[in-house]
Nanobody, 126 residues
Framework: QVHLVESGGGLVQPGGSLRLSCVASGFTLDGRPIGWFRQAPGKEREGVSCISNSAGRVYYVDSVKDRFTITKDNAKSTMHLQMNSLKPENPAVYYC???????????????????WGQGTQVTVSS
């Protein structure tokens, strides 16, 4: 059974950094693409970043390009999202999720992902 657990969220000042982690069980990260999503209160969930099974393909939503970096360690079944230069914005819950398919591709589309973690809260505020 696929199980995802996120951690690393918290309260950080603008300009600060956070490193989110997602530990997976029940599947191997070298098979399915996996991604990060976020959802603020009253807003739709959006794709933030994803990484293909080989890690050769990555995606970032425009608003986080050059500030966030996605990585994964297949041997540890762990994925990370390094978030730098964080900007003040509405609090959001960050989720990791696995893509429905298998392969060396990646997508930020929410509907293409099936298994989700419980989320970790990120708040950027002074």
């Amino acid at each position: 059974q696929v199980h995802l657990v996120e951690s690393g969220g918290g309260l950080v000042q603008p300009g600060g950094s956070l490193r989110l982690s997602c530990v997976a069980s029940g599947f191997t990260l070298d098979g399915r693409p996996i991604g990060w999503f976020r959802q603020a209160p009253g807003k739709e969930r959006e794709g933030v970043s994803c990484i293909s099974n080989s890690a050769g393909r990555v995606y970032y939503v425009d608003s986080v390009k050059d500030r966030f970096t996605i990585t994964k360690d297949n041997a540890k079944s762990t994925m990370h999202l390094q978030m730098n230069s964080l900007k003040p914005e509405n609090p959001a819950v960050y989720y990791c999720a696995t893509h429905r398919g298998y392969g060396d591709y990646c997508s930020g589309s929410v509907v293409e992902y099936d298994y989700w973690g419980q989320g970790t809260q990120v708040t950027v505020s002074s």
